[in-house]
């Protein structure tokens, strides 16, 4: 059993930052593959970044369109966590965010995720 604990939402304005991260318990994070999704009201949860590992601390990164150039993802393994530093945050980023761990490689458009986190929520204003 794989605990994922997500921190950091709230409200911010619109060309506001927030920092979300993920801590885990039950698994060690750096043999996993990770990302980060977020479901906005009324729709479908969506890709936002992934980490997926390559071998050994190695691992390659990747975003949705919408969010790249905006946002960053990254690993601290010595204290088992994922973050999402968001910057240039915008009203369409408004959404609850979830934190994820796979088995394998997470996809902007494929993926199986064997654990979700329960969501923080952002909110952007304008």
């Known amino acids: 059993q794989v605990d994922l604990v997500e921190s950091g939402g709230g409200l911010v304005q619109a060309g506001g930052s927030l920092s979300l991260s993920c801590t885990a318990s039950g698994r060690t994070l750096s043999r996993e593959n990770m990302g980060w999704f977020r479901q906005a009201p009324g729709k479908e949860r969506e890709f936002v970044a992934s980490s997926n590992r390559i071998g050994g601390n190695v691992y390659s990164v990747s975003y949705a369109d919408v969010v790249k150039g905006r946002f960053t993802i990254a690993r601290n393994n010595a204290k088992n966590t994922l973050s999402l530093e968001m910057n240039s945050l915008q009203r369409e980023d408004t959404a609850v965010y979830y934190c994820?761990?796979?088995?394998?490689?997470?996809?902007?458009?494929?993926?199986?995720?064997?654990?979700w986190g329960q969501g923080t929520q952002v909110t952007v204003s304008s």
């Open positions: 994820a761990v796979s088995s394998s490689r997470i996809g902007e458009t494929s993926y199986e995720v064997d654990y």
